[in-house]
């Protein structure tokens, strides 16, 4: 299949392209507020063209929710008894629990211990902890370095700032023919982690780049939020709009490890995000993993809450959660890689045209129409013979008004986008046209 070739050619370049993207944005503290989120919407914004930049402040309700206040650290470090420093936030912002209020005193080992978290089954990892709605503090450790603490005193020293601010995060829109949208969120508020978080924000500004010089029947919107509570803001000021537009969402996570590909299903499973999102995997990765709604973690959560009922479902490679690196230092550059990173955004482009492409149809002759008078058989012969015949039968068989693209893929067997190649054959044949609008429905 030709698009298939092409996807193959271009892969290495993309692959390098969101790795060399998410290596920039790697070292950078993001938490759900605070500076480190403003300058990754920066950085993305080189990529995605006219990401705009929203600030929300502090205390704004957001449906049952309140923007919190924003948080900015300049540095922190517990120091030995021997005067050593350990958990240094400058070399790993992963040492410092996020949200944690300023501090500076002097405490013994026992004391320490109850600030403290590590992973006795990963002893050499660093784990990631947060705190966002209760004021604490608190470091994250190896267990090995933890291990070798001894008895004395340690300094304790937090210089973070926590007060009113903005929640920040960035929205990029283009206009199609129609005003209905294909919705794609990802979230900006881990810090050094690469597939749990940076896949997801990379391979959107990427897949918007692509978007915006590619023709477009639908308009897209793309955000780039904080998880949870920049979700929620997002949607407390623009649910009316999105609700009356948006007709298929993707919410992008986990999406750079080299595993097979997950999809987690809206609420109810049947929105038109779930049927484009598990006919294209169905071809692209037969080994796919289907999840329910039940199953959900990043923001589709959101996305789906009663009366919110955005058609929205989640896509990721190994589920968060699923991979033994979650939330720890070993989610770093090398747990992602450019390959992994290309067939996502392989993935999702096939997502977006096969969305592109998804109409109905209707044969416009009364009973099996006789094809080699028209051609189509001789010109059949050179694109791979009988079993080609066969589909183009077997798809026509099908094109009665009521289904669409995704339906008869689903009761044929064949992927959508070689479907749309063959109606634009037959439609030039003149035995096919588009069903009106008003034809039942079926799907
Ligand atoms: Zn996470």
């Known amino acids: 299949m030709q698009f298939l070739q092409t996807l193959q050619d271009e892969s290495n370049d993309i692959g390098a392209s969101i790795y060399g993207l998410a290596s920039e944005l790697f070292p950078i503290n993001r938490s759900i507020t605070g500076d480190g989120v403003r300058e990754t919407l920066k950085i993305l914004k080189i990529v995605c063209p006219g990401l705009?930049?929203?600030?929300?402040?502090?205390?704004?309700?957001?449906?049952?929710?309140?923007?919190?206040?924003?948080?900015?650290?300049?540095?922190?470090?517990?120091?030995?008894?021997?005067?050593?420093?350990?958990?240094?936030?400058?070399?790993?912002?992963?040492h410092l629990v996020g949200y944690s209020t300023p501090v500076d005193c002097l405490m013994p080992l026992a004391e320490l211990q109850k600030y403290l978290h590590s992973l006795p089954h990963m002893p050499s990892?660093?784990?990631?902890?947060?705190?966002?709605?209760e004021e604490r503090f608190g470091f994250c450790l190896s267990h090995e370095e933890r291990a070798s603490l001894t008895e004395g005193e340690y300094r304790v020293y937090i210089d973070s700032e926590l007060k009113d601010g903005a929640l920040a995060y960035g929205e990029a829109v283009f206009p199609g023919e129609s005003d209905e949208e294909i919705f794609f969120s990802a979230y900006i508020c881990?810090?050094?982690?690469?597939?749990?978080?940076?896949?997801?924000?990379?391979?959107?500004a990427h897949v918007a780049a692509w978007v915006a010089d590619a023709p477009r029947r639908y308009s897209y919107r793309f955000v780039f939020v904080p998880e949870t509570i920049g979700s929620i803001t997002y949607m407390s000021r623009n649910l009316d709009a999105l609700k009356s537009r948006v007709i298929a969402g993707f919410n992008l996570s986990c999406l750079g490890d080299p595993g097979h590909f997950s999809y987690i299903a809206s609420r109810y499973a049947n929105t038109l995000a779930d049927r484009a999102a598990k006919s294209v995997l169905k071809f692209f990765d037969a080994n796919f993993k289907s999840f329910s709604f039940l199953c959900r973690g990043s923001d589709e959560r959101q996305y789906n809450a009663p009366g919110v009922d955005l058609p929205l479902c989640g896509l990721t490679r190994t589920r968060f959660g699923d991979f033994p690196q979650y939330h720890t230092s070993a989610d770093d550059m090398n747990f992602i890689t450019p390959d992994a990173l290309a067939g996502s955004f392989a993935l999702i482009r096939e997502i977006v045209e096969s969305l592109e492409a998804n109409r109905r149809y209707r044969v416009k002759t009364l009973c099996e129409p006789q094809l080699s008078p028209r051609g189509l058989y001789p010109s059949m012969g050179t694109r791979g013979s009988?079993?080609?015949?066969?589909?183009?039968m077997n798809f026509m068989a099908y094109c009665d008004g009521a289904n669409d693209l995704f339906r008869v893929s689903e009761i044929i067997g064949e992927p959508a986008l070689k479907l749309a190649d063959i109606a634009k054959i037959l439609i030039d044949a003149e035995l096919l046209e588009e069903a009106p609008a008003n034809d039942e429905v079926i799907l």
Not at 125 to 133: D, Q
Not at 386 to 392: D, H, K, L, V
């Open 386 to 392: 009988a079993w080609e015949a066969r589909s183009i």
């Open 52 to 94: 705009a930049v929203h600030e929300v402040p502090s205390g704004t309700k957001a449906f049952d929710w309140t923007v919190p206040k924003e948080w900015n650290v300049r540095e922190a470090f517990i120091e030995r008894p021997d005067g050593r420093r350990i958990a240094e936030f400058l070399k790993n912002n992963l």
């Open 190 to 204: 881990h810090p050094s982690m690469a597939n749990d978080n940076l896949s997801g924000p990379c391979i959107a």
């Open 125 to 133: 990892a660093v784990p990631y902890v947060t705190s966002y709605y």
